[in-house]
């Protein structure tokens, strides 16, 4: 089923508008050119972020290369010291003991008047030669023990900074390793970013092209809601709905913003349709399940159930590639069917769906029988823009 709409355009034209194929006026800023340009720069964006993520993984892979050299650098040198120290501490206990041996055998040998001799108050040249040797030879030892014990303190506070390195040198590896992991995440998530925004700029140009034969159904919502219920206002409907006029815009252009419809000319739709929302019974704005030879149609709880629905059914006119599961919300139960499954396939196997990607492809048997349909639709859009640029009627 897909309603058709006669009798209420009939009392929309009867109210005072002319239906005439007026295209609709466009906005200073093309909202469609916009849209494009936004969608190249989104795909530009995307693929430079990309570009400098892959730059800065490159970067970050080349430094893995040194960085692990300079702590096996790092690491032969503390191995080294390992063994330099102890060598150093063995050759200075070796000397102690060389020292003390001598000492030894000097006492033993007759103490220090072996070297010195008897005490005399007139020491002669073979006395005093023996006094300088062994001053000499127990400063050398005395300069080599402390020369190896510097040796080694400061070979030890090398190894200390080196430790140190070492550890500094570990929690940089760890951390280009989880640079190096976050970058490679990063890079899936810009390519599906760029994949996205490509995706949205063959939209974009899609859209564009549908604008060579017509309003597409398709697209940004432009003008707000505060916008299409000062229009309503100032034309002075009587409205009879559920909810203030200004409730009801604001649902319009929430609903088609959620789908990627554009509410402001489904809002237009439901203004020929309800003769500008003076007779919309049961929330049903859209004409939904009437027909030239039905005596009532389709019945909704709520005004944004009846917008939903009005939206959703649009959606699948216009994209043949609309599917249930592409949408911001469930398909409607009060349209579609009451079963969630039911609803769906109902959705997913519209007999018209795609036929009307722009709004003069409506009427004529798409959405309404009535033959200016279209254009009486657009010419209540163009006004709506006209009032939303002037603020004259």
């Not at 969608?39 to 892979?61: D, G, I």
């Not at 200004?246 to 349709?273: H, K, P, Y």
């Not at 027909?291 to 019945?299: E, I, Q, V």
Request: proline fraction near 5%; include cysteine; glycine fraction near 6%.
């Amino acid at each position: 089923m897909f309603p058709r709409t006669v009798v209420l355009v009939a009392l929309f034209v009867g109210a005072g508008l002319v239906v005439a194929p007026v295209p609709a006026a466009r906005a200073q800023t093309d909202p469609f050119d916009a849209e494009i340009e936004h969608a190249r720069q989104q795909v530009q964006e995307a693929q430079a972020a990309a570009h400098a993520s892959a730059n800065e993984l490159a970067a970050t892979q080349a430094r893995q290369p040194e960085l692990t050299a300079q702590v096996a650098r790092v690491q032969a040198s503390i191995a080294d010291l390992q063994i330099r120290i102890p060598q150093l501490n063995a050759q200075t206990r070796e000397l102690r003991r060389t020292v003390r041996e001598r000492a030894a055998a000097i006492y033993s040998s007759g103490g220090p008047a072996a070297i010195y001799g008897p005490i005399d108050f007139d020491p002669n040249l073979e006395q005093i030669r023996r006094r300088v040797l062994a001053d000499a030879a127990a400063k050398r030892d005395a300069e080599i023990i402390d020369e190896l014990k510097a040796t080694a303190a400061e070979l030890s506070a090398a190894q200390e900074q080196l430790a140190v390195q070492q550890v500094d040198l570990a929690q940089q590896q760890a951390d280009l390793a989880t640079l190096e992991a976050k970058l490679q995440s990063q890079q899936a998530t810009l390519a599906e970013r760029v994949a996205i925004a490509n995706a949205a700029l063959e939209r974009a140009n899609t859209i564009g092209a549908l604008r060579a034969r017509g309003e597409p159904v398709l697209g940004p919502t432009v003008l707000s809601g505060a916008q299409l219920a000062a229009w309503i206002k100032a034309k002075g409907y009587k409205t009879r709905i559920e909810t203030s006029i200004d409730e009801l815009a604001n649902i319009f252009v929430e609903e088609g913003r959620a789908e990627g419809v554009r509410g402001d000319l489904a809002f237009a739709q439901s203004v020929v349709e309800t003769a500008g929302f003076s007779a919309s019974p049961a929330n049903n704005y859209a004409g939904m399940g009437w027909c030239d030879s039905c005596s009532n149609g389709r019945r909704f709880p709520t005004p944004r159930d009846g917008v939903s629905a009005q939206i959703q059914h649009l959606k699948n006119y216009a994209d043949p590639t609309s599917r249930a599961s592409g949408l911001a919300n469930p398909p409607s139960p009060y349209w579609y069917g009451s079963d969630p499954s039911t609803a769906a396939r109902n959705f997913d196997t519209f007999f018209a769906k795609g036929w009307a990607p722009t709004w003069t492809d409506m009427g004529n048997g798409n959405w309404a029988t009535a033959k200016h349909y279209s254009a009486a639709v657009l010419k209540v859009y163009a006004d709506l823009v006209t009032f939303a640029r002037t603020g004259e009627i």
